[in-house]
Every structure is written in structure tokens, then in C-alpha cells.
């Protein structure tokens, strides 16, 4: 029997606080090498920050990582969100998650790695235009407006993954031009990424069980939001051009009529 009033929405809350951090926990658990590269990380900069050799192996070692970890399990995170926001809200998290992740690794490991390579040079870049080459400052924030761009476009990519079926270029060069072509609700979405995860540094348990979670749902829905308006907008052009292509039929009828009427009462 459906629970009702308080307790109904009391339920309904529990429910989905157990989704939302079943989901992050199963994320977290798939993304521990690369999480723990970055705790390692952190800690030695803090407690040794001229220990500089370290922390470029840390790099190293988390760009490695990046395509075959996290791009994987962040896919198969978006498949969970995808179905809440499709209506579809009591799918068994664990067997969502992992059929995600098995059927988007091979895409988004390869996507991984066209991403993790692109913000390598693009960084490298910025940095060789910032602080070595006098004069060209202009040329480094550009490319750092790129990386922007870049980053912001990752949303995008992680929902199309899961959402379409696609070769992995158009992929990401489709997320690249949406994010371009409509930015604002992407960028809306890297903002509340951005609040969430300054609150997550207030309360860092929240990164363990809710924050990503959060963020791949905020994400999605924006995306699929844009998606539906795009769509919403292409089925009306498409409707204005077939009652335009009736009309242009129903006046060549029209005229056609005309001309045989007054060619009939010709003598």
C-alpha cells in the first residue's frame, strides 16, 4: 500500500537518499586508484610542497589512469542518473551502474584518452605562453578559455555517451559544439558543480556518499533539457516546412485549375 501525506514524502526522501548515495559509493569504489592518487597527492603538497619530482609523477600517473578509471565509471554513474531523469527511478542501481560500465568502457575509455591528451598539450601550452614566452599572455588566455571549454564540454560527452549511439569522434565533436552553440544551461551546470563541490570541502563526507552523484544528475538533466528543446524546436521548423509545402501544393493546384479554366473557355 502507497504510504501518504508526512510519511509517504518521508519515505519517498529516504529512497532517494539511499539511490543517490548507492550510486556515489559505487562510484567512488570503481574510481579508488584515481581518488587516491589525488588524496596522495594533496597531502604531499601539503606536508612537502618542494618535493616538485613527486608531484609530477602524480601527474603522471593520475593522466594514465584518467581514460581506463574515471571516464568509465563516471559513464556508467550518467547511465544511473539518465534513467531518474527519464522517469524511470526504481532500476536496481547496482545492475544499472554495472551494465553501464560494461557496455560505455570501450567509448569512454577511447574518449578518455582523446580528452586526458587534449588537456595535456592545452595545459602545457598555457603554461609555455604564461610564464616562458614574453608577449604572448594574449595566446595563453585563449588557451585557457580552450581548456574551459574543453572541460565544460566533458558533461556534455558523458551524456551522449549514454544516450546515443555514435562513433566516439562525433562524440566528443558533438559535445564540443553544444557546449558552444548552447552554453548557458553546460556552464549553469559546471556552477553548481562548482557549489557543490565547495560544500563538499566543508563537509567532506558528502563526497563519499552524495556529491558526485549530484553532480552527474544536475548535469543530465540540463543536458537532456537542452535536448528536449532542440528537439521541441526541430519537430516545429519541420512542421512550418510541410504546412509551407501544402500551401505551395494547394496554390500550384489552385493555379493549375485556373489556367485549365481559362484555357477550356477559349474558343
Not at 83 to 98: A, H, L
Request: proline share 3%; net charge neutral; charged share 15%.
Amino acid at each position: 500500500m502507497e504510504m501518504k501525506g508526512a510519511m509517504g514524502g518521508l519515505y519517498k526522501l529516504t529512497e532517494w537518499i539511499t539511490r543517490i548515495a548507492f550510486s556515489n559509493i559505487l562510484w567512488v569504489i570503481c574510481t579508488s586508484p584515481f581518488l587516491f592518487i589525488i588524496l596522495t597527492k594533496f597531502l604531499m603538497a601539503v606536508q612537502t610542497p618542494d618535493a616538485h619530482n613527486e608531484q609530477l609523477l602524480s601527474n603522471w600517473v593520475l593522466g594514465i589512469l584518467s581514460p581506463f578509471v574515471l571516464f568509465p565509471a563516471t559513464a556508467a554513474l550518467f547511465t544511473v542518473v539518465r534513467k531518474w531523469v527519464m522517469g524511470n527511478p526504481d532500476v536496481s542501481v547496482f545492475k544499472t551502474f554495472f551494465k553501464g560500465y560494461k557496455e560505455n568502457y570501450k567509448q569512454s575509455m577511447i574518449g578518455g584518452i582523446f580528452y586526458t591528451l587534449l588537456f595535456v598539450i592545452m595545459y602545457v601550452d598555457y603554461t609555455v605562453y604564461m610564464t616562458q614566452l614574453d608577449g604572448f599572455q594574449l595566446v595563453g588566455i585563449v588557451m585557457l578559455v580552450l581548456l574551459i571549454v574543453l572541460f565544460v564540454s566533458l558533461f556534455n560527452f558523458f551524456s551522449m555517451t549514454v544516450h546515443y549511439e555514435m562513433k566516439t569522434l562525433q562524440l566528443l565533436k558533438n559535445a564540443v559544439l553544444l557546449t558552444l552553440i548552447r552554453p548557458f544551461r553546460v556552464f549553469s551546470t559546471l556552477i553548481g558543480s562548482a557549489v557543490l563541490a565547495y560544500i563538499g570541502t566543508q563537509m567532506p563526507v558528502l563526497f563519499v556518499f552524495f556529491l558526485f552523484c549530484l553532480m552527474a544528475l544536475f548535469a543530465f538533466f540540463n543536458f537532456y533539457a537542452t535536448f528536449t528543446k532542440m528537439q521541441e524546436q526541430q519537430e516545429k521548423m519541420k512542421k512550418a516546412e510541410e504546412e509551407e509545402s501544402e500551401t505551395e501544393q494547394a496554390l500550384l493546384e489552385s493555379m493549375d485549375a485556373a489556367q485549365k479554366g481559362k484555357n477550356g473557355s477559349k474558343p
